[in-house]
């Protein structure tokens, strides 16, 4: 049960800090940027709550937390999402050198964009299979 309460309790912390930081306590109106920002975190820390508890009745079944190719999965998928995301940092400097973006909103994007291309490579990583490597 200790393992399963980090992975719950940082998503919790997740959520409530990047919520805070996005929606400013200030008299002017919220735009539709923030709550779209919101949503998609909101999104991400659902999806955390249900892989922690498939994670919790897989462990009462008696099955182990990971296996070889789950953990070659995940590590495929960050070395992938890290050389994405540098092309996406990079793409955003060159957009914010271009445009007038504030840097909250640039730093926002950024973060978002960085999970969601985790995402997105593991799970085609998932679906289509780690190619033979050798």
Do not use: C
């Not at 820390?45 to 892989?51: E, K, M, R, V």
């Not at 495929?76 to 793409?91: G, M, T, V």
């Amino acid at each position: 049960m200790k393992t399963n309460f980090s992975p719950i309790f940082m998503l919790t912390w997740a959520l409530v800090l990047t919520g805070l930081w996005i929606v400013e306590p200030v008299e002017s109106a919220s735009s539709v940027l923030e709550y779209i920002f919101v949503g998609i975190i909101l999104t991400f820390f659902l999806i955390g709550i249900y892989l922690g508890y498939g994670q919790i009745r897989r462990k009462k079944q008696g099955f182990p937390d990971e296996d070889e190719l789950s953990k070659k999965i995940v590590q495929k998928a960050a070395a992938i999402s890290f050389y994405s995301s540098i092309l996406l940092w990079l793409s955003l400097i060159y957009i914010h050198s271009h445009l007038q973006i504030e840097i909250k909103w640039l730093l926002s994007i950024g973060m978002i964009g960085m999970a969601i291309l985790f995402v997105a490579i593991w799970l085609v990583i998932n679906y289509v299979g780690i190619i033979d490597e050798k």
